[in-house]
């Protein structure tokens, strides 16, 4: 008697990852450790702090009144911005929803600049360096999305 054996692997492999990836999922890495940075300094600031740095009484009163919640969205958008581009670079299905909650993050940090007035007091530079930082939240979602759909995460 004999008896076939079926050569099965236990998980489909991993795609072979093209250098474009990896450079962009590390240069996510840079630039969300850039906005940790960011994040930390805004977070710790004093109105005194923020007068040294070249804001105005106006500005630096408005930066220290903005609500709590607004400093929580920041943090999601950079940690989660953070973590899932490390997650992108250990190739794990989960960076999808760390860096969807990022995006999420800079989507209510955007949305409560435009109501609370921060676009105002600083003019067209913070809207756009706003935009542009929302940009690449979303570019890094496309590429966690693009990584699953493409078997280079699992």
């Known amino acids: 008697m004999t008896t076939d054996v079926i050569d099965t692997p236990l998980a489909a492999p991993r795609a072979r990852l093209p250098l474009w990836y990896w ?21 710790t600031a004093s109105e005194a702090d923020m ?4 804001l105005t009484a106006e500005q630096a009163a408005l930066y ?5 919640w607004m400093d929580a969205a920041f ?13 992108l670079l250990a190739r794990s299905r989960f960076a999808f929803s760390v ?4 995006l999420a993050g800079y989507a209510a940090l ?5 109501a609370l007035g921060v676009f105002t007091a600083f003019g067209a530079g913070q809207a756009v360096i706003l935009t542009v930082v929302v940009a690449i939240a979303a ?16």
């Open 64 to 68: 220290a009144g903005l609500p709590a």
């Open 51 to 54: 007068l040294a740095h070249g």
């Open 110 to 114: 955007y949305a409560g600049d435009l």
């Open 23 to 43: 450079t962009a999922a590390g240069l996510g890495v840079a630039w969300n450790a850039f906005g940790l940075v960011r994040f930390v300094g805004s977070a």
């Open 75 to 87: 943090a999601i958008g950079v940690f989660g911005g953070l973590i899932g581009c490390i997650l």
């Open 99 to 102: 860096v969807a909650a990022s």
């Open 139 to 154: 570019a890094l979602l496309w590429l966690a999305h693009h990584a699953i759909d493409k078997s280079y995460c699992r």
